[in-house]
């Protein structure tokens, strides 16, 4: 399964064209859903293809730094995401045990030339404690099989064969999924009485849109000028190889006054500015932020963005994942609430829209508020004819100008009724006096109906959409309505009365001058002014504010799309935004975590129209984009834009203080991975930021704890290796801070890091739940990919690798170890076997001999309880012979650091 399954689910992604809609199955209309050349090279492969790490070997080119013609730019890209494609099936296809499954119980042809057939999956049984059966998505790639297979071998087992299939429309309001199969006429795979299985391999989502921004003569006419400029990027001759750092001398203008109550740095104030400036400049220009782990990158994107709204200029800022984009949009949301910075004031939160997978963004709380789906429904319940806007003001309307006219003729019917009918008098006259708590019962319901639409607008609906003061006339309507509201409530009904037989501008109609005069000067003057007031606003309204014509809440969402001028979306889902006509251009592309990104993806965004500027933020010396293909991965195929820019000296803009780490964690790599051109903040140098969890010196701000006991070995579930006896020391020291949170009250967030996912699984299979309850700690547990972008106040690392040749795999890669040793605010403890990594020749050597010159090494078993538990988990696993090894281990251990002092 990939890694970067960053769609929106309702967009269908097989090459259909812009504003095509999905067939149904019963209406037989398929000439949509046209194949693309990658699902074509897809099918065409056997089961041996995609299994064959070296079907593309010769085939693929490494990816060059500068090209001659966009063409050739395109193209060398073309061939690695073929392979990448396959290596990222083949990776399914070899964990398709674990893969999700549904029965299905009916299948059949629609389309017998495009192979397309519709089926309908079994659902799971709400009463089963089983795995969740799986549910198809849009452009998923399944296999046909009458059976579950848990090995490849199973494929085609007992003279059954299987087909691949990929899904064109998930499941619609009958809950049929249709599918185009790679192979001609299923019958003849599966017989009448056999069962039929849906095994999800990959969703090709993202590839399909990568595939689609390649192609070169689409692309030469959708965004050529900033395609051209990054294409033929070169260092010219004399330029310099770095931004300016001095701050101008004054702000650029009064609109970006509020800019110092963001409290930037210089570093963070230089780089928005320029980004800033850049907008004035004709040609296309790309700015590069470079943001070392803890500087500040995504409150410098936050602030740009606020200043890019200042400025009246559309802004498209992307990322690789969700969680990324989700980081910054929560972070802008909390900006501008922030009622200390000035940011509110000039901005609105209508003019801010996310937009993506609902469930992979995990949207709860506040960010409902500018998430796109959720604004969409709000706006359609507003847009509703029948109990919509319109119909809400024209009520309120009627209700302040005359609401009583109906009720008079009603008490007048009723009068005729009683002298006609004696007996049914005190009926009559219950139903009287009901009616004449109609005003104090319905004005209140109808203000709170058109609150409900003043505010939805106010909030949701982009300013474009209509004047200034319209908005103006809307927040001063929902003023006065919620105070017209309150003053009602505690008015007589006789007072109330009075107040309604008033014409608007306070005078008496003839018909009522007797009735009221004796009442009229006890109706609050409050209230008179309340009522003349709201009904002034709510008639400008009804004769200039007039709602864009789209009710269903796919036209809603476009519409809002179209004109926000502050949009958050995954590389991946900008693709949507490409199929919207008439969408004003976007001045400026953020792309937030860059160095994250490969190449050939931040192409979706970048050939939107009107783009004319970039903005990549990022840090090429963390992890690169996920690559599965070995052959990929040496071409060059996860690298960034950010890379490639930056390697052929293009300037940067540094981001020079770090805010995250104890300076005591910070020391190691900000002087190996950044030259030491980052500095400590103010905060991280304050003493009380020093935090000391547990007793000892082991456990201070940074550690390296020597498990010389440790074996590396397979995990039962997949190849990826596993301590067991580091599992064992992270347990126990996860145990221990649990209990000084408990005892202390002192909340902690703990994080556990390894660089396999077979630790990962261990560490998180021995924690179990018990620390899931307690408020005040949590642990989370992942890789160091998974870790990346991410903080905790302490972190502990494993690092597996424990073998007497030296050999520390991936482990070696410099990314990835200077992913896992900042992560951490407070405290890092790292455990692993000092003699295996210290011989390693890597960068591993170097954290090593650091740890020890800083009288940062310690041994596990100087810890009573560490050693302990050690001891235990050595005997649990049988292994007596390492037990009995463990002094000698750590006499040699002492031998080898003594030489090496020397």
Same mark, same amino acid.
């Given at each position: 399964?990939?890694?970067?399954?960053?769609?929106?689910?309702?967009?269908?992604?097989?090459?259909?064209?812009?504003?095509?809609?999905?067939?149904?199955?019963?209406?037989?209309?398929?000439?949509?859903?046209?194949?693309?050349?990658?699902?074509?090279?897809?099918?065409?492969?056997?089961?041996?293809?995609?299994?064959?790490?070296?079907?593309?070997?010769?085939?693929?080119?490494?990816?060059?730094?500068?090209?001659?013609?966009?063409?050739?730019?395109?193209?060398?890209?073309?061939?690695?995401?073929?392979?990448?494609?396959?290596?990222?099936?083949?990776?399914?296809?070899?964990?398709?045990?674990?893969?999700?499954?549904?029965?299905?119980?009916?299948?059949?042809?629609?389309?017998?030339?495009?192979?397309? &057939?519709?089926?309908?999956?079994?659902?799971?049984?709400?009463?089963?404690?089983?795995?969740?059966? &799986?549910?198809?998505?849009?452009?998923?790639?399944?296999?046909?099989?009458?059976?579950?297979?848990?090995?490849?071998?199973?494929?085609?087992?007992?003279?059954?064969?299987?087909?691949?299939?990929?899904?064109?429309?998930?499941?619609?309001?009958?809950?049929?999924?249709?599918?185009?199969?790679?192979?001609?006429?299923?019958?003849?795979?599966?017989?009448?009485?056999?069962?039929?299985?849906?095994?999800?391999?990959?969703?090709?989502?993202?590839?399909?849109?990568?595939?689609?921004?390649?192609?070169?003569?689409?692309?030469?006419?959708?965004?050529?000028?900033?395609?051209?400029?990054?294409?033929?990027?070169?260092?010219?001759?004399?330029?310099?190889?770095? &931004?300016?750092?001095?701050?101008?001398?004054?702000?650029?203008?009064?609109?970006?006054?509020?800019?110092?109550?963001?409290?930037?740095?210089?570093?963070?104030?230089?780089?928005?500015?320029?980004?800033?400036?850049?907008?004035?400049?004709?040609?296309?220009?790309?700015?590069?932020?470079?943001?070392?782990?803890?500087?500040?990158?995504?409150?410098?994107?936050?602030?740009?963005?606020?200043?890019?709204?200042?400025?009246?200029?559309?802004?498209?800022?992307?990322?690789?994942?969700?969680?990324?984009?989700?980081?910054?949009?929560?972070?802008?949301?909390?900006?501008?609430?922030?009622?200390?910075?000035?940011?509110?004031?000039?901005?609105?939160?209508?003019?801010?829209?996310?937009?993506?997978?609902?469930?992979?963004?995990?949207?709860?709380?506040?960010?409902?508020?500018?998430?796109?789906?959720?604004?969409?429904?709000?706006?359609?319940?507003?847009?509703?004819? +029948?109990?919509?806007?319109?119909?809400?003001?024209?009520?309120?309307?009627?209700?302040?100008?005359?609401?009583?006219?109906?009720?008079?003729?009603?008490?007048?019917?009723?009068?005729?009724?009683?002298?006609?009918?004696?007996?049914?008098?005190?009926?009559?006259?219950?139903?009287?006096?009901?009616?004449?708590?109609?005003?104090?019962?319905?004005?209140?319901?109808?203000?709170?109906?058109?609150?409900?639409?003043?505010?939805?607008?106010?909030?949701?609906?982009?300013?474009?959409?209509?004047?200034?003061?319209?908005?103006?006339?809307?927040?001063?309507?929902?003023?006065?309505?919620?105070?017209?509201?309150?003053?009602?409530?505690?008015?007589?009904?006789?007072?109330?009365?009075?107040?309604?037989?008033?014409?608007?501008?306070?005078?008496?109609?003839?018909?009522?001058?007797?009735?009221?005069?004796?009442?009229?000067?006890?109706?609050?003057?409050?209230?008179?002014?309340?009522?003349?007031?709201?009904?002034?606003?709510?008639?400008?309204?009804?004769?200039?504010?007039?709602?864009?014509?789209?009710?269903?809440?796919?036209?809603?969402?476009?519409?809002?799309?179209?004109?926000?001028?502050?949009?958050?979306? !995954?590389?991946?889902?900008?693709?949507?935004?490409?199929?919207?006509?008439?969408?004003?251009?976007?001045?400026?592309?953020?792309?937030?975590?860059?160095?994250?990104?490969?190449?050939?993806?931040?192409?979706?965004?970048?050939?939107?129209?009107?783009?004319?500027?970039?903005?990549?933020?990022? #840090?090429?010396?963390?992890?690169?984009?996920?690559?599965?293909?070995?052959?990929?991965?040496?071409?060059?195929?996860?690298?960034?834009?950010?890379?490639?820019?930056?390697?052929?000296?293009?300037?940067?803009?540094?981001?020079?203080?770090?805010?995250?780490?104890?300076?005591?964690?910070?020391?190691?790599?900000?002087?190996?991975?950044?030259?030491?051109?980052?500095?400590?903040?103010?905060?991280?140098?304050?003493?009380?930021?020093?935090?000391?969890?547990?007793?000892?010196?082991?456990?201070?701000?940074?550690?390296?704890?020597?498990?010389?006991?440790?074996?590396?070995?397979? +995990?039962?579930?997949?190849?990826?290796?596993?301590?067991?006896?580091?599992?064992?020391?992270?347990?126990?020291?996860?145990?221990?801070?649990?209990?000084?949170?408990?005892?202390?009250?002192?909340?902690?967030?703990?994080?556990?890091?390894?660089?396999?996912?077979?630790?990962?699984?261990?560490?998180?299979?021995?924690?179990?739940?018990? &620390?899931?309850?307690?408020?005040?700690?949590?642990?989370?547990?992942?890789?160091?990919?998974?870790?990346?972008?991410?903080?905790?106040?302490?972190?502990?690392?494993?690092?597996?690798?424990?073998?007497?040749?030296?050999?520390?795999?991936?482990?070696?890669?410099?990314?990835?170890?200077?992913?896992?040793? !900042?992560?951490?605010?407070?405290?890092?403890?790292?455990?692993?076997?000092?003699?295996?990594?210290?011989?390693?020749?890597?960068?591993?050597?170097?954290?090593?001999?650091?740890?020890?010159?800083?009288?940062?090494?310690?041994?596990?078993?100087?810890?009573?309880?560490?050693?302990?538990?050690?001891?235990?988990?050595?005997?649990?696993?049988?292994?007596? #012979?390492?037990?009995?090894?463990?002094?000698?281990?750590?006499?040699?251990?002492?031998?080898?650091?003594?030489?090496?002092?020397?």
């Amino acid at each position: 399964m990939s890694y970067y399954y960053d769609s929106d689910d309702d967009i269908v992604l097989v090459q259909q064209g812009a504003g095509t809609k999905s067939a149904s199955v019963k209406d037989g209309r398929y000439s949509s859903w046209s194949q693309s050349e990658l699902e074509k090279q897809m099918f065409s492969w056997s089961l041996q293809d995609v299994l064959n790490k070296d079907l593309f070997k010769k085939k693929v080119k490494k990816i060059p730094t500068t090209f001659s013609s966009l063409k050739e730019y395109m193209g060398s890209f073309t061939v690695p995401l073929i392979e990448e494609t396959r290596a990222d099936l083949c990776s399914a296809l070899e964990g398709i045990k674990h893969a999700p499954a549904a029965e299905l119980t009916g299948i059949e042809l629609c389309s017998d030339d495009q192979l397309i &057939y519709s089926f309908f999956a079994k659902k799971a049984d709400p009463k089963s404690i089983l795995q969740e059966v &799986y549910a198809p998505k849009d452009a998923d790639i399944l296999l046909l099989t009458d059976r579950k297979p848990r090995h490849i071998p199973d494929l085609g087992r007992g003279g059954k064969s299987f087909v691949m299939a990929s899904v064109l429309k998930a499941e619609d309001a009958e809950g049929n999924t249709v599918v185009r199969l790679s192979s001609k006429n299923v019958e003849q795979y599966f017989g009448s009485e056999s069962s039929l299985f849906a095994v999800f391999l990959v969703n090709m989502t993202t590839y399909n849109r990568i595939w689609s921004a390649l192609d070169a003569v689409v692309a030469s006419v959708r965004n050529t000028d900033i395609i051209r400029m990054i294409v033929n990027y070169n260092l010219k001759v004399g330029q310099e190889c770095s &931004y300016s750092s001095e701050l101008p001398l004054h702000l650029p203008d009064r609109a970006l006054g509020a800019l110092e109550d963001f409290k930037l740095n210089k570093s963070q104030k230089v780089a928005v500015l320029d980004c800033v400036s850049a907008m004035q400049q004709r040609s296309s220009s790309v700015r590069l932020i470079w943001g070392p782990p803890g500087t500040g990158k995504t409150k410098t994107i936050s602030t740009l963005l606020w200043a890019m709204l200042v400025k009246n200029h559309r802004t498209l800022t992307c990322a690789p994942t969700n969680t990324a984009v989700v980081e910054v949009a929560s972070r802008v949301l909390s900006l501008f609430e922030d009622p200390s910075a000035g940011s509110g004031k000039t901005c609105f939160l209508s003019d801010v829209v996310l937009f993506g997978n609902e469930d992979r963004m995990n949207v709860d709380g506040n960010l409902t508020k500018i998430f796109l789906e959720k604004r969409a429904r709000r706006l359609q319940k507003c847009s509703s004819p +029948g109990s919509g806007w319109v119909h809400s003001l024209s009520s309120m309307v009627r209700i302040l100008e005359q609401p009583l006219v109906q009720y008079d003729s009603y008490v007048k019917q009723i009068e005729r009724e009683i002298e006609e009918d004696l007996s049914d008098k005190k009926r009559k006259n219950e139903n009287k006096e009901n009616d004449k708590k109609q005003v104090k019962e319905d004005v209140p319901k109808k203000v709170i109906q058109i609150i409900v639409c003043v505010k939805t607008f106010s909030d949701d609906l982009p300013r474009s959409a209509t004047t200034a003061e319209n908005f103006s006339y809307m927040t001063q309507a929902l003023h006065l309505l919620k105070a017209f509201g309150k003053l009602v409530e505690p008015e007589s009904e006789q007072n109330l009365q009075t107040l309604f037989k008033l014409s608007p501008d306070g005078s008496i109609s003839s018909l009522f001058q007797n009735f009221v005069t004796y009442v009229q000067d006890s109706v609050s003057t409050e209230l008179k002014d309340a009522r003349a007031q709201c009904l002034k606003k709510l008639k400008h309204l009804s004769d200039h504010f007039e709602l864009p014509d789209v009710f269903d809440k796919r036209s809603i969402e476009d519409f809002v799309v179209r004109n926000t001028k502050c949009i958050l979306c !995954t590389a991946s889902s900008s693709s949507r935004l490409h199929y919207l006509p008439d969408a004003t251009p976007f001045d400026l592309l953020v792309v937030d975590e860059a160095a994250q990104l490969k190449e050939c993806e931040s192409l979706i965004p970048l050939q939107l129209p009107g783009v004319r500027h970039a903005a990549l933020i990022g #840090d090429e010396f963390q992890l690169p984009a996920l690559v599965k293909s070995r052959i990929c991965e040496d071409a060059e195929f996860g690298r960034s834009l950010f890379e490639r820019l930056s390697s052929l000296g293009h300037p940067k803009h540094l981001l020079d203080v770090q805010y995250r780490m104890h300076p005591g964690i910070s020391k190691f790599p900000v002087s190996s991975f950044y030259g030491s051109k980052i500095s400590d903040g103010e905060n991280v140098l304050r003493r009380d930021y020093e935090k000391k969890p547990l007793a000892g010196a082991m456990y201070g701000s940074y550690s390296f704890i020597n498990v010389e006991a440790g074996k590396e070995s397979k +995990g039962k579930h997949d190849k990826s290796l596993m301590n067991p006896i580091e599992v064992a020391a992270v347990a126990r020291i996860v145990q221990r801070l649990f209990k000084e949170s408990v005892n202390t009250g002192r909340k902690l967030c703990v994080g556990v890091v390894s660089p396999y996912k077979g630790q990962v699984r261990a560490i998180q299979e021995k924690l179990g739940k018990a &620390y899931e309850t307690h408020p005040g700690f949590s642990v989370k547990v992942r890789s160091v990919d998974g870790f990346q972008g991410a903080e905790e106040d302490i972190i502990i690392f494993s690092a597996v690798r424990s073998n007497t040749t030296g050999s520390v795999g991936f482990l070696s890669n410099v990314n990835r170890t200077n992913v896992a040793l !900042t992560r951490a605010k407070h405290c890092l403890w790292i455990l692993g076997n000092a003699t295996t990594l210290a011989s390693s020749k890597t960068i591993w050597h170097n954290i090593v001999a650091d740890a020890k010159e800083r009288g940062c090494l310690f041994n596990a078993n100087e810890d009573k309880e560490l050693n302990s538990a050690i001891i235990r988990a050595v005997i649990e696993l049988d292994e007596v #012979d390492d037990l009995l090894k463990m002094d000698s281990l750590r006499i040699s251990g002492s031998r080898f650091w003594k030489s090496k002092a020397k």
